[in-house]
């Protein structure tokens, strides 16, 4: 059986469920979002709770399915962020409206378009702030955006996210 479809997921207060035998939709402060039910998986609303049930054969779908409603709920009703760190000189990050312009050491800038639904911040010209209510989109554009300047193992120049540990190569030895 398999241990993370076994629990409930909790609805925060605020969050409400739409059940069919194909989807479940939640609704929330932030906005709404929808998964798709695999064959064999049902989602049942008890209380304040979301249930599901499966048989064996279902399992590795049931866990991925409650990990979705999880993150789904938590996206609904407070919403995600990321935040990225361009290290490096003279690399910079600004906002125009739903684009991203950024600066990485190339000989042209780089322009990245949000898509629906994802807002981006530059406190400073060194950070990156992505915001939505979906956790696969958000870390979906962040590694997009980090792979534009992939940090380097020797100085670390590039684009990290925050508090990511970069583990330095030592230099040619004479």
């Known amino acids: 059986m398999s241990r993370v479809a076994k629990q409930p997921v909790e609805l925060p207060q605020g969050v409400t469920a739409t059940i069919t035998d194909t989807s479940v939709t939640l609704k929330g402060a932030k906005g709404s979002l929808s998964v798709a039910l695999s064959g064999g998986v049902k989602v049942v609303q008890k209380d304040k709770h979301l249930e ?31 935040k990225l760190e361009l ?8 906002v125009q409206g739903k684009t991203l312009n950024l600066t990485l050491g190339y000989s042209h800038p780089i322009a990245v378009e949000m898509p629906e639904g994802i807002s981006v911040e530059a406190p400073s010209q060194t950070e990156i702030v ?4 979906d ?8 590694a997009e955006i980090r792979e534009l300047r992939a940090p380097e193992p020797y100085k670390g120049k590039g684009v990290r ?14």
Do not use: D, F, P, W
């Open 130 to 133: 992505l915001k939505g209510i």
């Open 161 to 174: 996210y925050a508090g990511e540990q970069i583990s330095l190569k030592e230099g040619k030895k004479k």
């Open 135 to 142: 956790k696969q989109r958000i870390g979906q554009i962040a």
């Open 52 to 82: 599901l049930e499966y048989n064996a054969n279902n399992r590795m779908q049931a866990g991925s399915t409650r990990s979705h409603l999880s993150n789904m709920a938590v996206g609904v009703s407070k919403g995600y962020e990321r």
């Open 87 to 94: 290290v490096g000189v003279g690399y910079r990050a600004a």
